[in-house]
Structure formats: structure tokens, C-alpha cells
């Protein structure tokens, strides 16, 4: 079972930054894509940031110029570089994968799409 663990949250004054990480765990072949997702009280969960495999990225508009997004496959990792950070941003971050994963025949692999447990990212003075 492919399981994603997010790190790096926490506290900032606004113009702060922070790095987000994700790795993942368990039997992993290939990595489709991974994104950031967050979830602010009372509002539902919106696309953040996203990756392809081919290095690809993609932003929010509410993001852009501010966030980095990053992977590196090796690791089976993606981070989240966020720099001057505002109070709007305040949110859960999370962490989602598009995962080829199985056995290692190529019949027995199957993708998964897991989601981290998050990470509370609080923007405030």
C-alpha cells in the first residue's frame, strides 16, 4: 500500500515562507504526477500547485509568482516552496500522487491515488 506523508507546516508571520515536503512509501514504479492541494475551514479543497512526471508544472493563479513546486523521483519526494506567505493562505496543505503501483509484471500494476494526512500551515501576526 503506497502511502504519502507530508511535513514542514507550521506558524509564519505574513511574508514568510515555509517548505512543504511529501514522500511517499511502499511499492512505487513510476510516478504519473503529484500535487498540492488545500483545505481552508468552511471552504472546500482547491488545486494548489501540480508536477508531472516530465517536470511540468502547474499553478493557481492565487500562487503564482509565490509557490514552487518540486519533485524529485529519486527520493520519491515532492516539496512545496512557499514564499511570502499571506494570511488567505492559511489552510491544511495536502499532499496527492498519481501511482503506478503492483506487482512487477507489467499486467499485475495498477495505478493508486493516495492523499497525505496534511499538514496545518498558519499564516498570521
Known amino acids: 500500500q503506497v502511502q504519502l506523508v507530508e511535513s514542514g507546516g507550521g506558524l509564519v508571520q505574513p511574508g514568510g515562507s515555509l517548505r512543504l515536503s511529501c514522500v511517499a512509501t511502499?511499492?512505487?514504479?513510476?510516478?504519473?504526477?503529484m500535487g498540492w492541494y488545500r483545505q481552508a475551514p468552511g471552504k472546500q479543497r482547491e488545486l494548489v500547485a501540480s508536477i508531472s512526471a516530465s517536470g511540468n508544472a502547474k499553478y493557481a493563479e492565487f500562487v503564482k509568482g509565490r509557490f514552487t513546486i518540486s519533485g524529485d523521483n529519486a527520493k520519491k519526494a515532492a516539496y512545496l516552496q512557499m514564499n511570502n506567505l499571506q494570511p488567505e493562505d492559511t489552510a491544511v496543505y495536502y499532499c496527492n500522487a498519481n501511482i503506478i503501483t503492483g506487482g512487477i509484471l507489467r499486467y499485475q500494476q495498477y495505478q493508486q491515488s493516495p492523499w497525505g494526512q496534511g499538514t496545518q500551515v498558519t499564516v498570521t501576526t
Open positions: 511502499g511499492v512505487i514504479f513510476r510516478f504519473d504526477d
